[in-house]
């Protein structure tokens, strides 16, 4: 059998030429929520712990490079390991030598802040002007804009940083 059909007239049967949209809205209704749920899921990254603010998040329109330091101090090129010596090197390579490239630093809250100073430090002095520290959002809505490092050899900024992450990332420790 065909499908439905109707009967018209006094023997003629017609195929029914409507279509059932009932399982499509269901099965699109499926892989939206499977989307959904995923999407969160797909955003890969080394495991920090990050400082709580209650600053504003920032309009980025470019993809800005993640460097993190984990609780034990390694240091992460987005997701690579890389040691403090080849950071600036592996940093000019993906940033095709353009040191107007925004980098955000993420340090866990568990670690030395003179060991995430001394990543920014080594990234300032390869050349790059937009370094930023990455802070969690809490929820407030105080509007601030990130904090860049100065010049090697000035003060640097309080260790209070406005987040630069559109979306807070909460992974913990259990």
């Known amino acids: 059998m065909a499908g439905p059909t109707t009967r018209r007239g006094r023997g003629r049967y017609r195929p029914l030429a409507e279509i059932n949209v009932t399982p499509l809205v269901d099965v ?26 209650s600053a504003a998040p920032l ?19 987005q997701d690579a390991e890389a040691t403090l010596p080849e950071l600036v090197g592996k940093l ?22 003179g060991r995430v100073l001394e990543v920014m430090a080594t990234i300032t002095q390869g050349g790059f002007t937009k370094v930023a520290l990455l802070a969690e959002q809490t929820g407030g809505s105080a509007a601030a804009k990130p904090a860049t490092t100065p010049p090697p050899g000035a003060a640097q900024p309080p260790a209070a940083q406005p ?8 992974q913990g420790r259990g």
């Open 92 to 113: 000019q390579a993906v940033s095709d030598h353009k040191a107007d490239r925004r980098i955000f630093v993420r340090g866990d809250k568990g670690i030395n802040y």
């Open 163 to 170: 987040p630069a992450a559109a979306v807070p990332r909460r």
């Open 28 to 53: 699109m209704l499926v892989l939206l929520i499977v989307f959904m749920v995923a999407a969160p899921l797909m955003t890969s990254g080394v495991p920090v712990d990050l400082p709580k603010t």
């Open 59 to 77: 309009n980025q329109d470019a993809d800005p490079l993640t460097v993190s330091v984990n609780a034990e101090g390694k240091i992460y090129l």
